[in-house]
């Protein structure tokens, strides 16, 4: 089936096409009909957030209406075929440091993984840079540890790799040194630590930061890197080894289709795709969506960039609305012609729109997949993209670009930004506020988790502990306590 | 509620109790009647592998029948109070890196932890030694120096700290390079290396290995030890850190109950403790335990070394009965007077009944809390084990021992052994008959997991799976289609 998300641009002819083929769209497109109104619990959004709280509630036998404003589940994650070979187009990496996500695939038994990133010593085996409008050129092994080094630097908040400023990587707010790290952007810790680095080490920092927060260094928080330090062990191989480096290899979207055929194998699921949330009128004895479906429950799972699009009824704790995800980050595929740069890398720094690529693998045509990230606030308009992007792809390395496959995940108005990162002063103020569940209607997001945050992981977590709450809710002893 | 498990000697006038205080003894003890013999899911065993199976097939609506032999949920993990203090008896610690536990320490919200072994600098802070007979005393950085650069170079089998030979540590059979590995006792490794070591880093690492492994040297199958070493980040410092670090501050008894309440709150569970499992007859269109109940599956968690008691209908694969778990090793807990010794730890080999213990926090009264592991195959009987095993403990550092607190695992008939390790040779050749289901009866236990093998992780991933399994099989949707 196809999906009407993402572009592929045949770049030798310039053609654009829509409607990429996809796992995860789901048909029919809706089985809720003009009778049925009224449900025990609706969730709204199929990310991973909401497909794990629907599959939960399903289980349990409570009666649930999933509504998806898009054709397919996933939400920021999904697959596409183009020509044989899955492509990734948004999260994507995934763990056995992952609890929550690895305790689904350990259940679904998808634990076969391939790797990203790691043929090395094969055709082109170097990092080219363009640094200060510079090109270079540079040993993978040279890169990587002066990008260590630096990162290392950057992240030793305490002389102890930061475990004592965040020793519980899933609790990041535990210790009472964390919240003075957390009022720093990146751009002002590396003013503290900077004089002892070179600028290529800075470069490539920044570069590499860049592509982990999508947005400029100024804007970004400097906790959510340091979260990221601490969720990968305290090592920057352990950021990148749990963070870019193991994917599906059947792709994400066959993945989240475990979760809802599982959900429909109860024959407790009604839904409807294609169907954007308006409004949520929570009224105490039932919960209205868009005025013409009705639960004891809602479990809300849209992004915090979106969530000012529903209109809320009472209105939102203004604490959940003054915080956004900051990261706009692009990430862009390449099938460029012959197997050359399958082991390439290159980081680019200022950022205008690419910051990070490298090679993972081949596809059918043994031509190198590619898999860039940069920032989308210069791009014009989603379909316009991969041409601009290719450009500057070029000025990084020569490439014979065949095939430019992508998502504007900003310009999509269902999640406006990539995963979830946050600005300076964001997580001790804002982070419980968005937890925090409004009478009838909870919220369940990995832009909020405490774990993996802005992860597949962290969805799952959300999305579980909202399905519980709704369960012990709604369970018969607690009703019938009530009686 | 006092449980019939579990040893407390008095050592200064040598009062031995039994009947320890512990939150995981369910009352009453049975809630099945006579006139209730069917059921559609028969867990027997209520370790986390039973608990997690039945809780959640009660929550998919089945009518599940729980059978356990003693008078506690738990299996080989309970927490006793003696004197306001809490005592892991069994399995203790775990870590957001292990899967399958932190979902549900997750989704209970019970991430509360405490930290064991980490106070240092207080007291007699060095690292006390036992070897060949000769007493030593070492500094806790220049023994762990020690320890770290021999444990490295054992598991530094390919080059790559392990990461070629076992790249998946959840998939420890994945390459193709393992199984020649897998054949190697640990002495039959150490003889590779053991040139490159000094005897104190040999006799360094033996007793860590011995506290690990629970079984000699020549006995234990290295294969356990290198997949403990990936699945702690290959390094020594993660497999401590996750192995050994953090525990529930409520007590794992407390985190057990969360399982059960949650199963209970269904009021699709019905139970017996106090109900020794003899026979289990798959009798095709149902299977029969005990001539009394009856159900469409049964889940059985027995632990392997206590398999062979139940007599199974038809027998079970001989390639499932011809493999042990060699772990009889033994765990103490000692209550010493004063704070001194909270920084201290101790080492010993060769092993006679002690081989390593530390300090563990300080109890109510100001005294230090030590817990040692050791070898039981000396031991004449499990009430004995306590006055025996602190002389050793005084031989390795003088010490005023008021109490002394244990669980013979060895002797335990519902469990002959503690967390599991095998032999050389029995991964490749047994793990997968272990995990397969004979007709319509399950096996699930930590003995038999992929990842976490042994840890209370593995017991989850093993319940969860079968209770999946059965789930599927008795899906509304696979019923129909069979109509």
Known sequence: MATQDGFYLENDNGTLHRGLKCAGVITPPQTVTDKQSTFDVIVVGAGYAGLTACRDLCIAGFKVLLLEARDRIGGRTYTVDVGGHLYEMGGTWVHWNQPHVYREMSRYRMTTLSTSHTESSAGHNYHSTMFQGKAGKMEP???????EKAFRMLCDVDGRLGRRVMPYPHDPHYSSEAK????????????????????????????????????????????????????????????????????????????ARCFFDEAMRTNNLTYAFNTTITSVQDQKNRV????????????????????????????????????????????????????????WSGAAWPVNRLCHGSGDGLTPEDNTHLVLFGSNKDFSAPELDGRDFVDDCKDLHDMDVKKTIWHNWSKDPFAEGAWCMFAPDSSFKHLEALQQRAGNVLFANSDWAVGWRGFIDGAIERGALAAYDVSFDLSPQKIESKI
């Open 141 to 147: 092994e040279t890169a990587h540890n002066m990008t």
């Open 180 to 255: 003075q790290w957390e009022t720093l952007s990146v751009a002002q810790r590396l003013e503290q630590i900077k004089a002892d680095l070179t600028n290529d080490e800075v470069s490539l920092l920044m570069s590499s930061l860049s592509s982990i927060c999508g947005a400029s260094m100024d804007k970004a928080g400097f906790f959510d890197v340091l979260r990221w330090w601490a969720l990968g062990g305290y090592t920057m191989d352990g950021v990148y080894e749990t963070g870019d480096q193991f994917k599906f290899a059947a792709g994400q979207s066959s993945f």
């Open 288 to 343: 209205v969506v868009n005025g013409n479906w009705s639960a004891k429950r809602v479990i809300c799972t849209v992004p915090l960039n979106v969530l000012h699009k529903v209109r809320f009824e009472p209105t939102l704790s203004p604490n959940k609305m003054a915080v956004a995800n900051i990261n706009q980050g692009a990430k862009f595929h390449l099938e460029v012609a012959g197997p050359a740069l399958r082991s």
